[in-house]
């Protein structure tokens, strides 16, 4: 093969691309360079035909559109947006630094004033994204990386509702999320404020930061949910009194009681070493019509990729589960829901392939046939009322813990609350909410 035809196949636009970074279920991201102007970036290739059969084509639009508005040095800044017939392309900001989450990993616990810089910085790139109307909604260690000259950079802001799989930094690898910086607001499921919910973040993130440790961490996931909820944590020694005080501020379990980030910027605490972020917004953005990215474009020189296998189950953060509208509605941890509803979800301590075939037995035990495919799941069966059929399709958040989403496609909701409690109760020894 010539080395023209190489390079052909390895540009995107004007682009030269390079190595892998990492991997997702949505995604690969390439080391790119710039032919016109030599520099390092990071290019985000996802799989058009996958966005759009998991019906996450509304919330691409809707998240690009977002990250127009977003344009701040402690942001991973994301250039512009392309795409082909078959893949959509973000050309991403190319962080050196690695990720916060590996510095703590590594060196543990920051001292204060340290552990005080980041906070500041990321306090600094919260508000300017909250008043531009933009939530993050999974801010967490691992989505905070760092420069070539150590500062911070929120990386995937605003494109959060695209990471509907093991969470990746946005940068440089795939790493499996958790919910223990969840506001205790989100787990309940009736609303909140995106704001309020991630100050919250930002104080999980601050106590590690200074202890080395997650303040609410629990292998039990229910007992975690518990544990948020009521803000049940305590401050290491270590600790100053006044960091202890306002920790504990940001960590308030009533979101209308949680500090607010103008009080945040009235704190002594915070104050001390302060240095407000200084820049002009930039206006090298350059975007195609969100519409135009799902209709069918000449290719573009298509960077070399490995497709997304069939058949795996789709995998999950458990925080974007809760966090989405259609997400784990964990209410019944803390109130009674007496109504009859069209759908439920459920987590089972088990593999995805584990929960098929446990669900295919019981759902044989009670009549109903079962059809599953790539993890997705259609049973039909009588009722005393005619027809019901329900469909069902399994997630994954960790190899060992799934969630279930079932929905009533046709028959009476009466009939489907019935069969629920009969299905649930046959699944009971696996279960872990329902």
């Not at 019906?55 to 639009?61: A, G, V």
């Not at 019901?388 to 958040?397: G, K, P, Y």
């Not at 279930?404 to 009969?422: L, N, P, R, T």
Request: charge should be positive; glycine fraction near 6%.
């Amino acid at each position: 093969m010539s080395g023209e035809s190489r390079n052909v196949r390895n540009r995107v636009g004007k682009y030269e691309i390079g190595k892998v970074l990492g991997e997702g279920t949505y995604a690969k991201v390439y080391l790119a360079r710039d032919v016109e102007t030599g520099e390092k970036r990071a290019i985000k290739v996802f799989n058009k035909e996958r966005v759009v059969r998991d019906r996450m084509t509304e919330q691409i639009k809707r998240e690009i559109s977002t990250m127009k508005l977003v344009n701040h040095p402690n942001v991973v800044h994301l250039f512009e947006v392309m795409a082909s017939k078959t893949k959509i392309y973000f050309v991403l900001e190319y962080v050196t630094g690695g990720e916060l989450f590996s510095k703590v990993a590594k060196q543990g616990k920051l001292n204060e004033e340290d552990a005080r810089k980041f906070f500041q910085q990321l306090i600094n790139a919260v508000d300017y994204c909250h008043r531009k109307g933009v939530y993050h909604r999974d801010l967490k260690l691992e989505n905070l990386l760092l420069d070539e000259d150590g500062n911070l950079k929120i990386s995937d802001f605003g494109l959060s509702a695209l990471s509907q799989q093991v969470r990746e930094d946005g940068l440089l690898h795939t790493t499996c999320g958790t919910p223990n910086y969840v506001a205790p607001e989100v787990l309940v499921d009736k609303g909140y404020d995106g704001a309020k919910a991630d100050l919250w973040s930002c104080g999980v993130v601050l106590f590690v930061l200074m202890a080395g440790y997650l303040p609410f961490d629990e292998p039990n996931v229910m007992n975690l949910y518990k544990k948020i909820y009521k803000a049940d944590f305590t401050c290491p020694a270590w600790f100053s009194s006044g960091a202890r005080r306002f920790i504990i501020r940001v960590l308030e379990p009533n979101p209308k009681h949680r500090i607010e980030v103008p009080q945040i910027m009235e704190s002594s605490w915070f104050l001390k070493g302060y240095k407000p972020a200084k820049f002009k917004e930039r206006k090298d953005v350059h975007f195609t019509d969100v519409d135009f990215l799902f209709t069918n474009q000449d290719d573009l020189d298509i960077v070399r990729h490995t497709e997304s296998k069939v058949g795996k189950p789709l995998v999950l953060n458990a925080f974007d589960i809760i966090s989405q509208s259609e997400g784990l509605n964990l209410s019944g941890l803390f109130q009674r829901d007496k109504d009859m509803k069209k759908e439920m979800r459920f987590s089972m301590k088990c593999s995805t392939s584990d929960v098929v075939r446990k669900m295919e037995e019981r759902a044989k035990l009670l009549g109903f046939t079962f059809k599953t495919r790539d993890y997705k799941m259609r049973m039909e069966g009588s009722s005393t009322r005619g027809l019901l059929v329900i469909s069902a399709e399994v997630f994954e958040i960790s190899p060992l813990l799934s969630v279930v989403e079932m929905k009533k496609e046709e028959g009476s909701a009466h009939e489907f609350d019935i069969f629920y409690e009969k299905y649930a109760s046959a699944l009971e020894d696996a279960m872990l909410t329902r």
